[in-house]
């Protein structure tokens, strides 16, 4: 599966500018939410193995998973989920246990068939749908601790993956909040970082999403307010949906604010 070496690329890309870094530098809270780099490792750890347990069966899944649900049912932040599991890793030794996991991972995927149905925390997904959410997650996180160390990210196309997800899940970025569905979906253009463009569905005249593929991922995975990007949005469909982009699993969530996260100065 070409996903699964996007996301092994993706993975590379983050563990590139954290290689040289200090110890200290892993507790530096980023502009999602205070979590430090730190945290985001262990999170993009967690669920790497989770997701590489979904492919050796439903009960390898089950038994992996369900000391971090009861945890979540049980009302705890999904940051504070991670802690057992990791059992005081931390800091230069989480970053190396991080990269190898995430290595097997993307491993494991290159061989699976992108169509095998795995489990997962919410619905059933494809196993190329799995492996993309990894890529799109390590893409987001890895978002706040580029922009933390002031560095900006050398995009390439893999990123159509993340783009492709924020178009797939505009149906459910509105159900997931209750709302109808306005129909038909927008169109949507981008441009990639190639030059290359890319789109979907239909074209429409005051309906449509366009822009850099960059910051269309950028607002579909929550890490950029549309305000803040120079995305053009027509029509109360395609506006509404870049207010409230999801495309992440989960309860809803936010935006952030305008001028809330940006690439800090070296």
Do not use: E, I
């Given at each position: 599966m070409q996903q699964a070496e996007d996301f092994r690329a993706e993975s590379r890309a983050l563990a590139a500018i954290l290689e040289d870094l200090p110890e200290a530098a892993f507790h530096r809270a980023t502009q999602f939410k205070g979590w430090t780099i730190d945290h985001v490792l262990g999170h993009l750890h967690l669920f790497n193995a989770a997701a590489e347990a979904s492919l050796r069966g439903e009960e390898a899944f089950a038994a992996f998973i369900a000391p971090v649900l009861r945890d979540m049912q049980a009302g705890k932040p999904i940051l504070e989920c991670q802690f057992p599991w990791l059992d005081g890793l931390?800091?230069?030794?989480?970053f190396a246990a991080w990269r190898q996991g995430a290595e097997r991972c993307a491993g494991a995927f290159a061989d699976a068939d992108p169509k095998a149905r795995l489990k997962w925390i919410?619905?059933?997904m494809s196993a190329l749908s799995s492996v993309t959410a990894?890529?799109?997650e390590t893409w987001a996180h890895g978002q706040e601790v580029f922009d933390l160390l002031g560095l900006k990210r050398q995009e390439q196309d893999r990123i159509r993956n993340i783009a492709h997800l924020g178009v797939a899940t505009y149906g459910w970025s509105f159900r997931n909040r209750g709302l109808a569905v306005p129909e038909p979906a927008p169109f949507v253009q981008l441009t990639g970082p190639s030059?290359?463009?890319w789109e979907w569905n239909a074209p429409q005249q005051g309906n449509f999403?366009?822009?850099?593929a960059i910051e269309f991922a950028q607002v579909a995975a929550q890490v950029r307010n549309i305000e803040d990007t120079a995305l053009q949005a027509a029509g109360p469909a395609a506006e509404g949906w870049m207010r409230i982009a999801q495309c992440f699993a989960g309860p809803p969530e936010q935006p952030p604010a305008p001028g809330s996260r940006f690439r800090t100065r070296p």
């Open positions: 931390s800091g230069r030794a989480l919410g619905p059933d990894r890529q799109m030059g290359a463009v999403v366009k822009g850099t």
